[in-house]
């Protein structure tokens, strides 16, 4: 495996240029308006996968988007590594806001990156991650290194809920046979710190409406004799937390998994930079539920957020008016051992039992998924965790991340297999926002650590 630094010193460009041009294609699976270029995207996964030397790649039609199926099988009787990541990103707007256009990746060296970072929406979320794994692949087929079984299955659908993949899983036992499943979708705390993910949170995803008037009305006519739906949707959110940030909803912490307080120190322990955290997003101070950090705020906790909120007037000028109708998208951030059906009925239920009279109010729940932990005493962990010694010179910390990905609890569930959450990323890489980028140290740094994992992986299995 040793080779892989000059195979990488060798293939530089080539590799980054590749990546460039998987990036030129917008396969934002949230507006469908892009679905062609959904395609072209899945063409592009395959053609990489042949190419880096898998011997069956295939594009699995679902209904939704295709996943892309590709296997390279030396010998049954070795372990089988299934690497899973997404093709597809979220949409890149505000359009205003990027320095240069989403689709357009360009290298630019700042701070963090002096060897450069390539911007541009998926560069991090995930095509640029997911294109490590094709290039240690590819090193590992060339040099007749690869030390077990692969299996690739990358999806479309991640930044929409997953909800073919959901359905290919369960049909496709045999097909996505595994050992360990490994995953390059999260990040890590800082290039001088390693770490990987030990888990996930799960989600509930839901919008609500409330209406009042069967119209918008004058807002002087009938302004103070009518519930008006903003105000009501206002205060009826504000009311979802109380003065130390708890959430409110009725049974809603009945599940949540409090960690012990050998847990919580041990915790305490991993690497964080209040001032640098708060600097970093122009804030004076952090906010959040009473009597946990930031660190634990944002992992082990259980949150509740409005995403959007709108209705009414909101074009130029004034208009004097009393909506007929407010709405909201509110995503609700699980822990263990929450359910995310659950949650979504005690939120529903409270949700109208808090509306007062004069309203009506409805919830219409979107997609969700359960949370997720990884045992470091695993051998999986063990083999990422030495992956990551060699080749960044420390030991990795292990560390809750926030985020989501909830088809990863059910691939435990469906497939019996656990996975390792290798992430290359940075929190500043700007995910989901404008001028995401990933570093080419981080990519390349990638490469040269996913083929120590097959190696530790197979020896220790
Ligand atoms: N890759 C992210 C999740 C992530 C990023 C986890 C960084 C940990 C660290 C994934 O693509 C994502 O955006 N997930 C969504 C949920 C999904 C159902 C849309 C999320 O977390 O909001
Ligand atoms: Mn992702
Ligand atoms: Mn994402």
Same mark, same amino acid.
């Given at each position: 495996?040793?080779?892989?630094?000059?195979?990488?010193?060798?293939?530089?460009?080539?590799?980054?240029?590749?990546?460039?041009?998987?990036?030129?294609?917008? @396969?934002?699976?949230?507006?469908?308006?892009? @679905?062609?270029? &959904?395609?072209?995207?899945?063409?592009?996964?395959?053609?990489?996968?042949?190419?880096?030397?898998?011997?069956? *790649?295939?594009?699995?039609?679902?209904?939704? =988007?295709?996943? &892309? =199926?590709?296997?390279?099988?030396?010998?049954?009787?070795?372990?089988?590594?299934?690497?899973?990541?997404?093709?597809?990103?979220?949409?890149?707007?505000?359009?205003?806001?990027?320095?240069?256009?989403?689709?357009?990746?360009?290298?630019?060296?700042?701070?963090?990156?002096?060897?450069?970072?390539?911007? #541009?929406?998926?560069?991090?979320?995930?095509?640029?991650?997911?294109?490590?794994?094709?290039?240690?692949?590819?090193?590992?087929?060339?040099?007749?290194?690869?030390?077990?079984?692969?299996?690739?299955?990358?999806?479309?659908?991640?930044?929409?809920?997953?909800?073919?993949?959901?359905?290919?899983?369960?049909?496709?036992?045999?097909?996505?046979?595994?050992?360990? &499943?490994?995953?390059?979708?999260?990040?890590?705390?800082?290039? $001088?710190?390693?770490?990987?993910?030990?888990?996930?949170?799960?989600?509930?995803? %839901?919008?609500?409406? %409330?209406?009042?008037? !069967?119209?918008?009305?004058?807002?002087?006519?009938?302004?103070?004799?009518?519930? !008006?739906?903003?105000?009501?949707?206002?205060?009826?959110?504000?009311?979802?937390?109380?003065?130390?940030?708890?959430?409110?909803?009725?049974?809603? =912490?009945?599940?949540? +998994?409090?960690?012990?307080?050998?847990?919580?120190?041990?915790?305490?322990?991993?690497?964080?930079?209040?001032?640098?955290?708060?600097?970093?997003?122009?804030?004076?101070?952090?906010?959040?539920?009473?009597?946990?950090?930031?660190?634990?705020?944002?992992?082990?906790?259980?949150?509740?957020?409005?995403?959007?909120?709108?209705?009414?007037?909101?074009?130029?000028?004034?208009?004097? *008016? &009393?909506?007929?109708?407010?709405?909201?998208?509110?995503?609700?951030?699980? +822990?263990?051992?929450? $359910?995310?059906?659950?949650?979504?009925?005690?939120?529903?239920?409270?949700?109208?039992?808090?509306?007062?009279?004069?309203?009506?109010?409805? %919830?219409?729940?979107?997609?969700?998924?359960?949370?997720? +932990?990884?045992?470091?005493?695993?051998?999986?962990?063990?083999?990422?965790?030495? #992956?990551?010694?060699?080749?960044?010179?420390?030991?990795?910390?292990?560390?809750?991340?926030?985020?989501?990905?909830?088809?990863?609890?059910?691939?435990?569930?469906?497939?019996?297999?656990?996975?390792?959450?290798?992430?290359?990323?940075?929190?500043? !890489?700007?995910?989901?926002?404008?001028?995401?980028?990933?570093?080419?140290?981080?990519?390349?740094?990638?490469?040269?650590?996913?083929?120590?994992? =097959?190696?530790?992986?197979?020896?220790?299995?």
């Amino acid at each position: 495996m040793d080779d892989i630094k000059a195979y990488i010193a060798e293939h530089r460009e080539r590799f980054i240029q590749e990546l460039i041009e998987l990036l030129k294609i917008p @396969s934002i699976s949230a507006d469908s308006a892009f @679905s062609q270029d &959904i395609y072209n995207a899945a063409e592009a996964i395959k053609k990489g996968l042949s190419e880096a030397g898998c011997d069956h *790649v295939e594009i699995c039609e679902t209904k939704g =988007y295709p996943i &892309i =199926y590709g296997e390279k099988i030396i010998d049954p009787e070795l372990p089988t590594v299934l690497v899973y990541g997404h093709y597809d990103v979220q949409p890149p707007d505000p359009l205003e806001l990027w320095e240069t256009p989403p689709f357009e990746p360009t290298i630019r060296t700042n701070e963090l990156h002096p060897q450069g970072a390539i911007f #541009a929406r998926g560069a991090s979320d995930d095509k640029g991650q997911v294109y490590m794994h094709v290039k240690a692949l590819e090193f590992m087929v060339s040099k007749n290194l690869l030390p077990c079984n692969v299996k690739f299955m990358i999806e479309g659908e991640e930044e929409v809920g997953s909800e073919s993949l959901s359905d290919f899983v369960q049909e496709n036992h045999e097909k996505l046979a595994n050992d360990i &499943i490994l995953i390059s979708d999260t990040g890590m705390i800082a290039n $001088d710190i390693p770490s990987i993910t030990t888990g996930l949170r799960g989600l509930s995803y %839901v919008e609500v409406e %409330v209406t009042g008037p !069967n119209r918008d009305l004058h807002s002087g006519l009938y302004g103070g004799a009518v519930a !008006n739906p903003i105000n009501i949707l206002a205060k009826m959110i504000a009311s979802l937390h109380d003065e130390n940030n708890h959430i409110t909803i009725p049974g809603f =912490y009945d599940k949540v +998994v409090e960690l012990t307080d050998e847990e919580r120190t041990a915790m305490a322990k991993a690497p964080f930079d209040l001032e640098a955290y708060k600097n970093a997003l122009d804030i004076e101070s952090v906010y959040g539920e009473e009597t946990y950090s930031t660190n634990e705020r944002n992992s082990i906790r259980p949150t509740l957020d409005v995403n959007g909120i709108w209705g009414g007037y909101t074009g130029e000028g004034a208009k004097t *008016v &009393i909506p007929s109708k407010a709405f909201a998208k509110i995503s609700m951030r699980l +822990v263990p051992d929450q $359910d995310w059906h659950e949650i979504t009925d005690l939120f529903s239920k409270h949700f109208a039992q808090i509306a007062p009279p004069g309203v009506r109010v409805k %919830v219409n729940p979107h997609h969700g998924g359960e949370s997720y +932990v990884t045992p470091i005493d695993s051998i999986g962990y063990q083999a990422a965790s030495k #992956a990551y010694e060699t080749t960044f010179g420390k030991v990795p910390v292990p560390k809750r991340n926030g985020g989501s990905i909830p088809i990863v609890a059910l691939f435990e569930k469906e497939l019996g297999s656990k996975s390792i959450l290798m992430g290359f990323g940075l929190d500043s !890489n700007a995910i989901h926002s404008p001028n995401e980028h990933f570093g080419i140290w981080n990519f390349l740094k990638g490469i040269e650590t996913i083929p120590y994992f =097959y190696k530790f992986y197979t020896e220790m299995s």
